[in-house]
């Protein structure tokens, strides 16, 4: 493991910023803390980089723990959501600041500099101060910055939170290429789950100081294991029932009447009550009569009811489609059907979705 | 609405001319060949000036000044700067009341300072000279050095230590590669204010003069001789030219420290 937490608690006062978090993070990792705001992952990325000294708990980095090591002898680079540039010192003499302080010969650290500021795609500017320098362009100098004296980890907090939309997209998938060329190890801080979603090896998702779930994009978005992981990302509709059975497959009542087929995660047990979590996207309305669609066996779930809603966004519409005394769901379907094929208002349809897109959450 | 707007430039050019009338007097009669100060001048002269450098006395005294506002100056700049890092960086016990305590002497009238200090010395034993003079207009010119220089560190980016920690750099590095560089003209407009606090002051001054009289205590005292007036008024005329290049230093700085904002925040 590149960088863990063990335990790690942290207090603010009577507030419990960290709670008991553990999390290993592995070589070449790109590992994302995603929560909302005070949840904990800011505070956790500073206990990381030695900023904030942990109550309870223990720090490790390449095996060794470093709980006690001050920040500027831990060479974990960081970078600031506000860039934290030297306003100062020129481009050349910002990203040289580390060498500097290493004793790096001055023939080195001009290579170094260079090749730095080559990797994050802004050679040329190396007279430049700070102030003279767009938005994304100060970004990347302070991950020229974090990156030229070969730290073992680098920190990233909210680094894209201050640029624009189009220009965060391009640097999302510029710093991922980066980071997997370069084979090093990313721990970012960020409250946007797509950013998390799109960037990330893995994702440990926070809430109240808490790590809730900690997996790949996939699992997080698909299989969610709490209630609010699968609100916090992406869009949910929530059904609660009860187990009815809890074999390879796990059946679910739904408190208003309805029967719905899952995959059982390990420990769903039968009489268990849960939550039953569908993504819209999944989820398709059919006009056919019941006969006609196929049922859990054929590997579906199938539930009858009427459009109450829809709402055209352009790319697709969102139909909320009221499910008996179950609830209601969202449903977004595509706009390509013919005029007069598109499901209306009061239509009565059936809503169906594959057993496998079914996440079952106990929590 | 138009011919109402008249009253506001009225005001405007009274107040230039109440304010710098006093200084274009002086500064005329600095050059005036007669030695009574009326209307109309006899003719101009420099005669004043070259008896001036020559006064001995008088350029004594100013040695005495230049070296007693260098002196203070810089005790008030160091001390100043100190307790700025300190009140603005760290949290520590009884916080307000050391900025409480830092700030009170500019509410206290000169004069109660100067007795009071004199008393000090003396019940002390020690003898009154320019050092006491130093050491008195150390503790004036503290708080308006103090204020210069918390008002830059206020604004300054607590990122900026961290990153500078981040990449290996520890307390003192960060101190002398960042923190300095970024105050240092908030700390050079500290010390010229902090040394024309010195340099002006007259009233500790005169309570704690020993043998060796600053350049004010010196022109008092020479008021005493009408003679001596006009090589007073080309005194107060350098003086005031001195002055001036100090508050043009001053503004200039002031503009070097609004285009080198502490922090590059996002400008996105």
Known sequence: ?363 | MRERTWPLPTYYFTLLALLYLPLVILLVFAFNSGTILVFPLKGLTLRWFHQLFATEALMRSLRNSLLVAAGSSVVATVLATCGAIAFVRFRFKGKGLFITVALLPLYVPFVVLGVSLLLLFSTLGIPRSLLTIGAAHSVVALPYALLIVTARLVGFDPHLEEAAMSLGANYAHTLRRVILPLIAPAIVAAWLTAFTVSFDEFAIANLLVGREPTLPVYLYSQLRMTTRLPLVVAMAALVMVGTLSIFVALVWLRRVLARTPVSAAARA
Not at chain 1, 288 to 300: D, F, L, M, V
Not at chain 1, 305 to 332: A, H, K, N, W
Request: neutral net charge.
């Open chain 1, 1 to 363: 493991m590149t960088a863990s937490l063990r335990a790690v608690t942290k207090r603010f006062g009577d507030q419990l910023a960290v709670d008991a978090v553990t999390l290993a993070i592995a070589p070449g990792e790109f590992f994302s803390l995603l929560g909302p705001s005070g949840c904990g992952k800011t505070t956790t990325l500073r206990i990381l980089a030695g900023f904030e000294a942990p109550d309870e708990g223990s720090v490790f980095l390449n095996g060794v723990e470093i709980t006690a090591r001050p920040a500027h002898r831990r060479e974990i680079g960081m970078v600031f959501q506000n860039y934290a540039l030297f306003p100062h010192l020129s481009v050349f003499e910002n990203v040289a600041f580390p060498l500097r302080l290493r004793r790096t010969r001055p023939e080195e650290i001009r290579q170094r500099v260079a090749q730095a500021l080559e990797m994050v795609r802004l050679p040329g500017l190396a007279g430049r101060m700070p102030a003279q320098l767009s938005g994304g362009q100060q970004q990347r100098v302070a991950l020229a910055r974090a990156l030229v004296f070969r730290p073992s980890v680098v920190l990233l907090d909210e680094p894209l939170g201050a640029l624009d939309l189009k220009l965060r997209k391009a640097m999302q998938l510029e710093l991922k290429t980066l980071q997997r060329e370069i084979g090093l190890t990313f721990v970012y801080v960020t409250h946007d789950q797509e950013e998390a979603l799109t960037m990330s090896d893995r994702i440990a998702v926070m809430d109240r100081g808490s790590v809730l779930q900690v997996a790949d994009p996939r699992t997080i978005y698909e299989r969610p294991t709490s209630r609010f992981v699968a609100d916090f990302i992406g869009v949910s509709n929530f059904l609660s029932g009860r187990v009815r059975e809890a074999g390879a497959k796990a059946v679910i009542e739904l408190d208003g009447g309805g029967v719905v087929w899952a995959e059982r995660p390990a420990g769903v047990t039968t009489g268990q009550t849960v939550t039953v979590a569908l993504r819209p996207e999944r989820l398709r309305l059919e006009r056919a009569p019941a006969e006609a669609i196929p049922g859990p066996e054929g590997g579906w779930n199938a539930l009858p009811g009427v459009i109450r809603e829809l709402v055209y966004t352009g790319s697709d519409t969102q139909y909320f489609v009221e499910l008996g005394p179950s609830g209601t769901v969202m449903v977004r379907g595509p706009n390509d059907a013919p005029p007069d094929l598109r499901p209306r208002r009061g239509d009565s349809v059936w809503v169906r979705w594959e057993v496998g897109s079914t996440a079952i959450l106990t929590a």
